[in-house]
């Protein structure tokens, strides 16, 4: 099993910069794909981004892609999203996710969610 902690969200103002954290412990880190969901109030969690266990095979949605990047280090057992462009309709709480397969999108580990709200 592998333990998720999440940080680095807050507030910020449209077109501003944050990068959240995922710090892993537990099981070996590079043994996991690394992905990012989100969940606005009312609304369906989604897909952000992942990463696969080498850091080699990024995948982002659409409506980030261009604005975000993921990263990892597997030495550090940690995973990053750098968020740029922030805009209002990026505020959800940050899910940091774990799966030992790369080729879907339903992960096994969860970390608690980290805030992200961006003011117009």
């Known amino acids: 099993q592998v333990q998720l902690v999440e940080s680095g969200g807050g507030l910020v103002q449209a077109g501003g910069s944050l990068r959240l954290s995922c710090a892993a412990s537990g099981s070996s880190f590079s043994n996991y794909a690394m992905g990012w969901f989100r969940q606005a109030p009312g609304k369906e969690r989604e897909f952000v981004a992942k990463i696969s266990r080498s850091g080699l095979i990024i995948n982002y949605a659409d409506s980030v892609k261009g604005r975000f990047t993921r990263s990892r280090d597997n030495a550090k057992n940690t995973a990053s999203l750098q968020m740029n462009s922030l805009k209002p309709e990026d505020t959800a709480v940050y899910y940091c996710?774990?799966?030992?397969?790369?080729?879907?999108?339903?992960?096994?580990?969860w970390g608690q969610g980290t805030q992200v709200t961006v003011s117009s």
């Open positions: 996710a774990a799966d030992r397969s790369y080729t879907d999108l339903d992960f096994d580990y």
